[in-house]
């Protein structure tokens, strides 16, 4: 849960953020479009990473459902609300989001738990 809250906090303060941009200055949407694209693995990697660490276990099952709930609430918004589907490009990036929000919480397990290994 609080990965999910982390993720949709950190998108509305990065939307606003990118809408005062827009709006106030010459910038083109399409001149931020791969900063937008770096700041949602950013979110995704960090609410991963919350998730697994609060859990402190299985981090990639937690995580991997992180991914997944974001992309099935932003799936339905624009599904009910847009009446569209996913298209191909934007179940690639949902799939990365998944594995972006997985790793993370692989590495929000282990360094929640400091547990280190010697050799």
């Known amino acids: 849960m609080f990965g999910m809250i982390f993720i949709f906090v950190f998108a509305v303060i990065c939307s606003l953020i990118f809408s005062l941009i827009l709006r106030y200055t010459s910038v083109q ?5 791969y900063i937008t694209t770096a700041l949602s693995f950013v979110g995704l990697f960090g ?6 660490g609060k ?3 299985k ?4 995580g991997g459902t992180t991914g997944l709930i974001y992309s099935l609430i932003v799936f339905l918004a624009q599904y009910l609300g847009y009446d569209r589907l996913f ?5 690639i990036y949902h799939t990365c989001y998944t594995l972006i929000a997985m790793m993370g919480g692989i590495l ?3 360094l ?3 547990n280190s290994r010697t050799a």
């Open 29 to 33: 949407e399409s001149s931020i479009q």
């Open 47 to 52: 609410g991963g990473f919350l998730s697994g």
């Open 55 to 57: 859990r402190k276990e």
């Open 59 to 62: 981090g990639w099952l937690i």
């Open 87 to 91: 298209d191909a490009e934007q179940l």
């Open 108 to 110: 929000g397990v282990n």
């Open 112 to 114: 929640a738990s400091g």
